[in-house]
């Protein structure tokens, strides 16, 4: 099978144009979320204490340094988008799983009945869905496999989880109230119990996207004359 993967990073390519379209997605949801009549936005922490937020900026970031890698040919700048990825793809692919599921069984879980406000369709998607997309297709499809070691990956998903459950208590502490009811309604064991289940679904999402990156881009296999 040919590998999908384009090393070299160059002005025309494919990848260019993905980047490009993540930045602009990105921006726009980003800026409508922060001028919007959300009281959130007048809480503590404001919008960053939300995940997904984080999430889309830390994609945003990607893919910035994506393009700028491309345009300025700079091997270490994709080498830098490639470290990025390692953190920001699994977990927008985990935002869209637990988004999409617990929205299913109950948004009040993620939304308090109190919120009228409402995300229109199509940032809303742009917040929980095209992040996962852009992102899947850079990694399937223009970068290299992830090589860090799965103890040290591990070690650098617990490291991120640890430091949101610091920040939305942190938040909690000043607001009087998480930025999920569902962090509301359960102990602060039962909370504990779901971030390490975050945190394990995550690793497992690193090691699925490894090994379809590995399926996807095997390298042909050689061909060898036979001696006469």
Known sequence: MTSLV??????????SGLYALGAVIFNMDLRYVSISNNPVN??????????TILGVIASYITVTIGLLANIVGSPYLLRVKNGLLLLSAPLEVLISIL???ISAF???????KTVTFYL?????FGLHGAPAIVLLIDFLCFSSNWTMS?????ALYFSAGVGYWAWVHKTYSINNYFP??????VTTEQRAVIFAIAISMLYVVFLALRKLHSILNK????KTEKSM
């Open 106 to 112: 109950n948004r009040e879980l993620l939304v308090p």
């Open 120 to 124: 229109p369709p199509q940032i809303d």
């Open 180 to 185: 999920y009811p569902l962090f509301d309604i």
């Open 6 to 15: 384009k090393e070299e990073p160059t002005m025309m390519s494919w990848s």
């Open 219 to 222: 390298a042909p296999a050689q």
């Open 42 to 51: 007048q809480s503590y922490g404001g919008q960053l204490q939300f995940l």
């Open 150 to 154: 799965p103890v040290a990956v591990l």
């Open 99 to 101: 988004y999409g599921s």
